[in-house]
């Protein structure tokens, strides 16, 4: 069975830096490319960062280009987003998911509020 | 990159059949068969229910149906159910491996 794990969420200042991580199992995980979705209180979903097999190709949504970075361990089945100068807009669920051409595999999402 | 445009919400009574209409542009929905569309339930992590704009993944009643023409895509859900409640995501694949969220519908069975 696929299990995707996040864990890391919690309560950040504005400016301040977060890591997210999300444990895989049920499957080969160096053979598939992953992505974090967040989704904002109240509102959509919106896709935030995808990361190739070995992690050579890494693209970002705009609004987080150079404040976040999302990584992975196959060794350890694991993939991560460190984030920093987070902001309110930054507040919400991060979901880890398993990209093919679509998200077939969701975590249940880890929480994060940017807040003083 | 916008979000693609869903109507806010949808209704129909138990056994009816409602569409959830997925608007784009010509750089997304109307290039790429790459739409798929996620249903989640308060409190829940999103789920896959159509991929590929017609293909639905094992396990998904075949009362879950999708299309496209041009620039819009569309999930129809047939003999509507009470677990059918909830909000429904489009998702596009705008090239690069970069993707695009619907605004999301919000389904209420009357």
């Known amino acids: 069975e696929v299990q995707l794990v996040e864990s890391g969420g919690g309560l950040v200042q504005p400016g301040g830096s977060l890591r997210l991580s999300c444990t895989a199992s049920g499957f080969t995980f160096g053979h598939y490319w992953m992505s974090w979705v967040r989704q904002a209180p109240g509102k959509g979903l919106e896709w935030v960062a995808n990361i190739d097999q070995d992690g050579g190709g890494i693209q970002y949504v705009d609004s987080v280009k150079g404040r976040f970075t999302i990584s992975r361990d196959n060794a350890k089945n694991s993939l991560h987003l460190q984030m920093s100068g987070l902001t309110d807009e930054d507040t919400g669920i991060y979901y880890c998911?398993?990209?093919?051409?679509?998200?077939?595999?969701w975590g249940q999402g880890a929480v994060v509020t940017v807040s003083s | 990159q916008s979000a693609l445009t869903q109507p806010a919400s949808v209704s129909g009574s138990p056994g009816q059949s409602i569409t959830i209409s997925c608007t784009g542009t010509s750089n997304d929905v109307g290039t790429y068969n790459l739409v798929s569309w996620y249903r989640q339930h308060p409190g829940k992590a999103p789920k896959l229910m159509i991929y590929e704009v017609t293909k639905r993944p094992s396990g998904v009643s075949d009362r879950f149906s999708g299309s496209k023409s041009g620039n819009t895509a569309s999930l129809t859900i047939s003999g509507l159910q009470a677990e059918d409640e909830a909000d429904y995501y489009c998702c596009s694949h705008v090239g690069s491996t970069i993707y695009v969220f619907g605004t999301g519908t919000t389904v209420t069975v009357l």
């Open positions: 998911a398993r990209l093919l051409v679509y998200f077939d595999y």
